[in-house]
């Protein structure tokens, strides 16, 4: 008979899918900011206006990201690429909002791409698997 999960195990997984969704919900965010960069330059305004508020969106979804990927890497023995990825992508992304701001473009559109292949890397790294260690409970 299979043992019963324990609240450790149920926890463990409730952060790898929270996790796992905000990382997605983050890549759907941040691959919706070159659309609408796009959509501006047919000279449309409120297009630019939602560009920088999804920039604003994605910073905040990516502050909550931090802490569910520590919990992910230490007690969900999860990788420890996971924080460190989301911490470099937070400040990738705070930078990257104040050159937007600051119509630094030169700087702006590379880091861009940066942040969505980065952005790929983490749905990558939360829908990872690890091996679980040998007698642990799932």
């Given at each position: ?29 941040v691959g919706a900011q ?61 930078f990257q909002l104040g ?40």
């Amino acid at each position: 008979m299979p043992e019963k999960p324990t609240f450790v195990s149920r926890v463990n997984r409730a952060v790898r899918a929270l996790f796992a969704v905000g990382a997605l919900l983050h890549l759907l965010l941040v691959g919706a900011q070159p659309f609408l960069a796009g959509w501006s330059l047919d000279g449309d305004g409120d297009a630019l206006e939602l560009h920088g508020v999804n920039g604003s969106v994605i910073l905040t979804v990516s502050m909550v990201l931090i802490p569910l990927s520590l919990l992910r890497w230490r007690p969900g023995r999860g990788t420890a690429w996971a924080p460190v990825l989301t911490v470099l992508l937070f400040a990738a992304e705070t930078f990257q909002l104040g050159m937007g701001y600051a119509d630094i473009h030169i700087v702006h559109v590379p880091l861009g791409v940066g942040v969505v292949i980065g952005s790929f890397a983490l749905v990558g790294l939360a829908f990872a698997r690890r091996p679980e260690p040998a007698g642990a409970t799932p």
